[in-house]
C-alpha cells in the first residue's frame, strides 16, 4: 500500500495509525522502514512518525527530525522527547532550536525534547541563559522558566525573580511563570509595584505567591 501511488491519502492514513506498531516483528520492521522514511508524500512520512517511536527507532526519528518539510520535522522533534534520555539527541535539539525556521510552538518542542535528554546541570544553565536573554521569544523564555521549576533549579530560578521588576516585553507571561516557579520553589520575592497591575492572571500568581486562599 505504501509503495502503491495510488492508494488513497486516507487510506494510508488510517493504515499508519491504525496498526499495533509494537508487535511487528524485526523482519517486518526492516521491511517497511525505509519504504516510511523514503516516501515522496511528507504526509506519509509524518505519520511514520507513530510506528517510528513505538519501535524506538532512534536514528529514524532523528532523519526525520532533519526533513525538509516542516511538518514532519516538527512531529518527530516532538516524538523524539518520548525516547529514553539519550544526549546524542540532546545535542542535535540544541542545534536545531537555533536553526531559523524553529520559532513558535516548534521552539518550546524542541526545547522539551532538550531537556528531556540533557544531563540536568547543562539543562539549567541553558536554561537560565534562555529565560533571562531579552532577545529570544517571550513563550520560549517562559517555557525555559517553567522547565527549571520543574526541575527545582532554585540557584537558577533565584536570579531571575528580578525580572519581576522589568515592564512586560509582550504580554505579562514571563512575570506570571517568575511568579510560579518563585512559588513552587519558596522563594521570597519583591512584588509590591505589580499590586495594582489590570491583568486577571497576574493576580491569580499574585495572590497564590501571597498565600492568600482561592
Not at 36 to 54: G, K, Y
Not at 81 to 109: C, F, K, M, N, Y
Not at 176 to 192: E, P, Y
Amino acid at each position: 500500500m505504501l509503495a502503491d501511488p495510488d492508494t488513497s491519502p486516507k487510506m494510508l492514513e488510517e493504515v499508519l495509525w491504525g496498526k499495533a506498531w509494537a508487535m511487528y516483528p524485526p523482519n517486518a520492521r526492516r521491511q517497511v522502514r525505509p519504504v516510511m522514511l523514503n516516501h515522496t508524500d511528507p504526509l506519509v512520512r509524518q505519520r511514520s512518525i507513530e510506528p517510528l517511536r513505538a519501535w524506538g527507532d532512534t536514528d529514524g526519528l532523528l532523519a526525520l527530525a532533519g526533513d525538509p518539510d516542516f511538518g514532519v520535522r516538527k512531529s518527530a522533534m516532538y516524538e523524539l522527547s518520548r525516547l529514553p534520555p539519550d544526549p546524542h539527541i540532546a545535542a542535535l535539539a540544541w542545534d536545531h532550536l537555533h536553526q531559523p525556521q524553529t520559532v513558535g510552538t516548534h521552539a518550546t518542542e524542541t526545547l522539551a525534547t532538550f531537556v528531556a535528554h540533557a544531563d540536568r546541570n547543562e539543562a539549567v544553565q541553558r536554561l537560565q541563559s534562555i529565560a533571562a536573554d531579552r532577545n529570544r521569544p517571550e513563550k520560549l523564555r517562559v517555557a525555559a522558566v517553567d522547565h527549571l521549576t520543574t526541575l527545582q533549579a532554585t540557584d537558577e530560578i533565584r536570579p531571575l525573580t528580578k525580572l519581576l521588576a522589568e515592564p512586560p516585553a509582550v504580554t505579562w507571561a514571563l512575570h506570571i511563570a517568575a511568579l510560579g516557579a518563585a512559588t513552587d520553589l519558596a522563594l521570597s520575592v519583591s512584588c509590591s509595584h505589580l499590586d495594582d497591575v489590570d491583568n486577571l492572571h497576574l493576580q491569580v500568581a499574585l495572590a497564590t505567591a501571597y498565600g492568600v486562599p482561592g
